[in-house]
């Protein structure tokens, strides 16, 4: 062995040999079990997510932890599931939970079973998306324990066979997400938005910025558009969450200026970028969501009398 392969391979294992982020030996004839296929599905439908979202997803079933990682490194010997590079580049990546996406040989094994959708998923910076898939994943996971189901984007858009995408003018608006709950018969739709602080940093400019998506929410529920373009008939309400308090904060002094028929729709609320925030499952669907003028908005079924 070479000295330049002897440093890669240094690099790749431990002390013990045994796996690291950049390498793990890989294994044959791994079959997904009924409990990782809900896992694939999950990530699926939501985008790359961590270790602890996915245990949580089937708690209900297998509560050891351990053992949902031990299960969870299987499938990605077996290549079915992938460690994506970019999360070492995000904050606190050494100490986060692993953030696993679906390879192609998942997806073509979904396709197998009968059990692939048309999944939408997050666009755009991966940073982003992975926020994005973190908070609807979160919701749709506490939802469920609270009998609520949720409703993907696609199932929406299939309505009218839309896409996500809602014509303004010669401008668009589209969603971060786009998502309802079904509370037994009784609905609500959500837009999703998600701000990790990336927005420019200067109040001025920042003002600026959320003035001008503020607008574009407005002529939306304005001239109705997206019940038209989706096919909508529930409340729909538009949820925007921040990594910064003050940028919360900034943001609804900008809607109670801007916000038009819209202002009461939109709702906030404050997911740091840390390590609680990676492992919080229920404070999305449980916590409450601001208002820039009114009472808040909670998801759950008990807030349903809200929004």
Known sequence: MSHTNLLQHKKQTDSLGRATFHHIAPLA?????????RW????????????????????????????????????????????????????????????????????????????????????GHWGHGAAVSSVTSAIEIAAARDDVRYIPAHEILAIKQASLAIPI???????????????????????????????PKTSSAAR???????????????????????????????LWVFSRRSNEQRFLDVVGQFGGPAKNLICTQVMPNDRAAQTTISSCYGNNWARCQSAPVLLSRSGLKTG
């Open 208 to 238: 600026k910025s959320y003035a001008s998506s503020i607008e574009l929410y407005r002529h939306v529920i304005e001239q109705n558009l997206h019940r038209t373009t989706y096919g909508l008939k529930a409340t729909t309400l538009i």
């Open 40 to 123: 694939l599905k999950h990530i699926e439908r939501h985008g790359p997510l961590n270790s602890a979202h996915l245990h949580a997803l089937t708690e209900d079933t297998h509560r050891c932890k351990d053992t949902s990682l031990r299960q969870l490194q299987k499938l990605r010997a077996g290549g079915f599931l992938m460690l994506p590079r970019q999360q070492r580049f995000t904050e606190y990546a050494d100490f986060n939970p692993y953030i696993y996406d679906l390879t192609k040989q998942a997806h073509t094994h979904l396709i197998d079973l009968g059990r692939a959708e048309p999944a939408v998923r997050p666009t």
């Open 29 to 37: 004839d791994v079959r997904p079990t009924s409990r990782e296929i």
């Open 169 to 199: 003018g010669n401008s668009k608006l589209i969603p971060d997400q786009l998502f309802a709950l079904d509370y037994g018969g009784r609905y609500r739709a959500f837009m999703l938005e998600v701000d990790r602080g990336t927005e």
